[in-house]
């Protein structure tokens, strides 16, 4: 397992900023990990916003099941990247 403590004394770096650097490392691969999955979306149905799936839905235009499975995952994950960006704005709001 890593440690905090070896990492940074063997980067020569303060541990808070092997912290920082780390959790911001973090959130940034989750936001990209979900922006790919959104994009899968948008490439599967032919739309850019989860309201234009939820749309197709209402109108008929494709299957419910799984689009609309897609649309709810689609839409909480437009959610988290809201959340992991309002993490890293006062993230750097504080410095």
């Not at 912290?19 to 149905?45: F, K, N, T």
């Not at 235009?61 to 809201?82: C, I, K, R, T």
């Amino acid at each position: 397992m890593l440690d905090l403590k070896i990492v940074a004394e063997r980067l020569d770096r303060p541990e808070l900023e092997v912290m920082q650097q780390s959790l911001r490392a973090y959130l940034l691969r989750e936001i990209g990990l979900i922006e790919a999955e959104i994009q899968r979306y948008r490439e599967c149905y032919s739309v850019f916003e989860p309201e234009e799936l939820h749309n197709l839905i209402e109108a008929g235009a494709v299957s419910p099941h799984p689009a609309w499975e897609d649309y709810l995952e689609w839409q909480n994950g437009v959610d988290a990247v809201a959340d992991l960006h309002e993490l890293l704005l006062s993230d750097a709001s504080q410095k």
